[in-house]
């Protein structure tokens, strides 16, 4: 059966008129179960990361402030949230999630995080509405305790993985490929194993033949025993903050050749949902909610 993190603490409480759509993490399971795509045997409520396995990722005096709430006025701006102890259990539980579902990945060939994604923390730093990285804390669990070898990470969210591609400069047994905004945030870029940068407007056709080609090229470069999918809905052309120009029916077939090459490689395949600024939230999660109809067609 295939697996869904998701906790109502996901949902967390924002300043009014703030422009994180927190709704949606409401929203996915509640479309999904009333379509039928899911089941409520489906979703599980993750426990809570341990702060060793977060120090295999982050550094001791960043997660020390972030759980102590002492992070300086400064660096609570660059998260983009205000600083809570809510927020921070929050952060714990997405990210187990996110290593629970690895492990269900193992089972199923797929599992799903609804949040997470959060792929611009860094090893001390918090940014862009992410303060513990999802992926990577899974990818050196799994490491750690000798569940693979080899890891890839497939970030297509709009924005590139900086903090991703930080965490993992110096970890060959981590393979980071990111599709991104050449223009857009985060302006100061780190170096992934593979980034591939594209201009402003692009659209389907173009965006799918360049991102496939290149996924080829992650794979052959990176043989991975493990896979990790950060499925971004921040690509559409209704996007306030992309800057690319995808409709939800590309959007989908990205996730169809993602999804369709992990399967046909045998290879385990965790998905962390990322971002979504569409000004319609419905837009938000139709896009969201069409990778998890795509892996329910292809998987189960």
Sequence with gaps: MIKI?????????????????MLKY???????????????????????????????????????????LTLSPKEQRRTGFPLSAQLVERELMIAQGTIEGARYAMEAGIAF?????????GSNWGEGFCLLNDQAIAANYLLNKKL??????IDLDVH??????????????????????????????????LDVPLDDGVEDEEYLSVMESNLK?????????????????????????????????????RDRIVLQRCKAKGLPVQISMG??????????????????????????
Excluded: M
Aim: with cysteine.
């Design 5 to 21: 993190a998701w906790h109502p603490i996901y949902a967390h409480p924002l300043p009014e008129g703030h422009r994180f759509p």
């Design 26 to 68: 409401e929203l996915i399971p509640e479309q999904l179960l009333h379509e039928g795509t899911i089941s409520h045997a489906n979703l599980f409520q993750p426990g809570y990361v341990d702060e060793a396995t977060i120090l295999l990722t982050h550094e001791k005096n960043y997660w020390e402030q972030l759980r102590d």
């Design 113 to 121: 995080n609804v949040a997470g994604g959060t792929h611009h923390a």
């Design 148 to 153: 693979a070898k080899r890891i890839l990470i």
């Design 160 to 193: 590139q993985g900086n903090g991703t591609a930080e965490i993992f400069t110096k970890e060959p047994c981590v393979f980071t490929f990111s599709v991104h905004g050449d223009k857009n945030f985060p302006f100061r870029k780190e170096v992934s194993n």
């Design 217 to 253: 090229k992650a794979f052959e470069r990176s043989k991975p025993d493990f896979v990790f999918y950060l499925s971004g809905v921040d690509v559409l052309a209704t996007d306030k903050l992309g800057k690319l120009s995808l409709s939800r029916s590309g959007c989908k077939e």
């Design 275 to 300: 971002g979504g600024y569409s000004k319609e939230i419905k837009d938000i999660v139709d896009a969201h909610c069409n990778t998890y109809r795509v892996a329910f067609d292809l998987f189960e």
